[in-house]
Protein backbone atom coordinates (compact mmCIF):
# COMPACT_ATOMS: atom_id res chain seq x y z
CA UNK A 1 0.00 0.00 0.00
CA UNK A 2 2.57 2.37 0.49
CA UNK A 3 4.15 2.23 -3.24
CA UNK A 4 0.75 2.86 -4.28
CA UNK A 5 0.34 5.81 -2.58
CA UNK A 6 3.82 7.16 -3.91
CA UNK A 7 2.29 6.25 -7.44
CA UNK A 8 -0.24 8.20 -7.22
CA UNK A 9 1.88 11.20 -5.79
CA UNK A 10 3.88 11.19 -8.84
CA UNK A 11 1.51 11.25 -11.33
CA UNK A 12 -0.60 14.13 -9.99
CA UNK A 13 1.10 17.60 -11.23
CA UNK A 14 1.44 20.73 -9.05
CA UNK A 15 0.60 23.87 -10.59
CA UNK A 16 1.25 27.61 -9.45
CA UNK A 17 0.09 30.43 -10.73
CA UNK A 18 1.41 33.74 -10.18
CA UNK A 19 0.27 37.38 -11.77
CA UNK A 20 3.10 38.53 -13.51
CA UNK A 21 2.92 42.81 -13.69
CA UNK A 22 3.53 43.55 -17.70
CA UNK A 23 4.03 47.56 -17.91
CA UNK A 24 1.12 47.69 -20.10
CA UNK A 25 -2.34 49.73 -20.01
CA UNK A 26 -4.74 47.32 -20.57
CA UNK A 27 -7.85 49.13 -21.20
CA UNK A 28 -8.25 52.72 -22.18
CA UNK A 29 -12.07 53.56 -22.59
CA UNK A 30 -14.09 57.11 -22.74
CA UNK A 31 -18.01 56.80 -21.96
CA UNK A 32 -19.14 59.73 -23.61
CA UNK A 33 -22.67 61.31 -22.15
CA UNK A 34 -22.93 58.77 -19.42
CA UNK A 35 -26.61 57.89 -18.05
CA UNK A 36 -26.60 59.57 -14.62
CA UNK A 37 -27.09 56.72 -13.06
CA UNK A 38 -23.45 55.47 -13.79
CA UNK A 39 -22.05 58.20 -11.81
CA UNK A 40 -23.84 57.42 -8.77
CA UNK A 41 -23.30 53.72 -9.02
CA UNK A 42 -19.86 54.49 -9.39
CA UNK A 43 -19.60 56.99 -6.72
CA UNK A 44 -18.65 60.36 -8.84
CA UNK A 45 -19.84 63.82 -8.75
CA UNK A 46 -23.40 63.76 -10.19
CA UNK A 47 -23.37 67.61 -10.78
CA UNK A 48 -21.45 67.08 -14.29
CA UNK A 49 -23.34 68.90 -17.06
CA UNK A 50 -24.20 65.38 -18.53
CA UNK A 51 -24.86 66.20 -22.15
CA UNK A 52 -21.14 67.35 -22.03
CA UNK A 53 -19.68 64.74 -19.78
CA UNK A 54 -17.67 61.76 -20.09
CA UNK A 55 -16.12 59.21 -17.97
CA UNK A 56 -12.74 57.91 -18.93
CA UNK A 57 -11.69 54.44 -17.64
CA UNK A 58 -8.04 53.32 -17.63
CA UNK A 59 -6.10 50.11 -15.94
CA UNK A 60 -2.46 49.24 -15.80
CA UNK A 61 0.25 47.03 -14.95
CA UNK A 62 1.97 47.30 -12.24
CA UNK A 63 -1.11 48.76 -10.52
CA UNK A 64 1.10 51.45 -8.84
CA UNK A 65 1.53 53.18 -11.71
CA UNK A 66 -1.63 54.42 -11.69
CA UNK A 67 -0.70 56.96 -9.23
CA UNK A 68 1.65 58.10 -11.68
CA UNK A 69 -0.94 58.26 -14.62
CA UNK A 70 -3.32 60.37 -12.41
CA UNK A 71 -1.09 62.97 -12.03
CA UNK A 72 -0.14 62.73 -15.93
CA UNK A 73 -4.22 62.92 -16.71
CA UNK A 74 -4.84 66.17 -13.79
CA UNK A 75 -1.58 68.41 -15.56
CA UNK A 76 -2.60 67.42 -18.79
CA UNK A 77 -6.49 68.78 -18.80
CA UNK A 78 -8.92 69.83 -16.86
CA UNK A 79 -10.40 66.48 -15.71
CA UNK A 80 -11.39 65.46 -12.65
CA UNK A 81 -10.08 62.58 -10.79
CA UNK A 82 -12.95 60.04 -9.98
CA UNK A 83 -11.44 57.48 -8.72
CA UNK A 84 -7.36 55.80 -8.43
CA UNK A 85 -6.74 52.45 -7.09
CA UNK A 86 -3.06 51.78 -6.64
CA UNK A 87 -3.51 47.82 -5.80
CA UNK A 88 -5.75 47.12 -8.90
CA UNK A 89 -4.14 49.90 -11.20
CA UNK A 90 -7.30 51.06 -12.05
CA UNK A 91 -8.44 55.10 -12.88
CA UNK A 92 -11.20 57.01 -13.65
CA UNK A 93 -11.67 60.13 -14.16
CA UNK A 94 -14.23 63.05 -15.33
CA UNK A 95 -14.65 66.03 -17.15
CA UNK A 96 -15.73 67.10 -20.50
CA UNK A 97 -15.48 64.55 -24.08
CA UNK A 98 -12.55 66.80 -25.21
CA UNK A 99 -10.70 67.35 -21.13
CA UNK A 100 -11.08 63.11 -21.09
CA UNK A 101 -9.63 62.57 -24.48
CA UNK A 102 -7.08 64.75 -24.16
CA UNK A 103 -5.51 63.25 -20.25
CA UNK A 104 -6.35 59.52 -21.79
CA UNK A 105 -4.18 60.70 -24.68
CA UNK A 106 -1.51 62.22 -22.56
CA UNK A 107 -1.29 59.33 -20.46
CA UNK A 108 -0.94 56.88 -22.93
CA UNK A 109 1.86 58.59 -24.78
CA UNK A 110 3.54 59.24 -21.15
CA UNK A 111 3.04 55.07 -20.45
CA UNK A 112 4.61 54.44 -23.78
CA UNK A 113 7.44 57.06 -24.47
CA UNK A 114 8.61 57.78 -21.25
CA UNK A 115 8.13 54.19 -19.41
CA UNK A 116 8.20 51.98 -21.98
CA UNK A 117 5.14 50.47 -21.64
CA UNK A 118 2.60 48.80 -24.00
CA UNK A 119 0.02 50.61 -24.91
CA UNK A 120 -3.86 49.35 -26.20
CA UNK A 121 -5.94 51.72 -28.52
CA UNK A 122 -8.69 54.25 -26.70
CA UNK A 123 -12.05 52.90 -27.45
CA UNK A 124 -14.87 55.15 -26.78
CA UNK A 125 -19.21 54.21 -26.23
Known sequence: MKQRLEFEAEDRQRIIQEYVPGCQITLAHIIASPDPILYEKLGLDPRLDYERA?????????????????????????????FLD?????LIITGT??????????????????LGYTVCEITKT
Open 54 to 82: AIGVTTVTPSETAIILADVAIKASGITLG
Open 86 to 90: RFSGA
Open 97 to 114: VSEVEEATRAVLRYSKEA
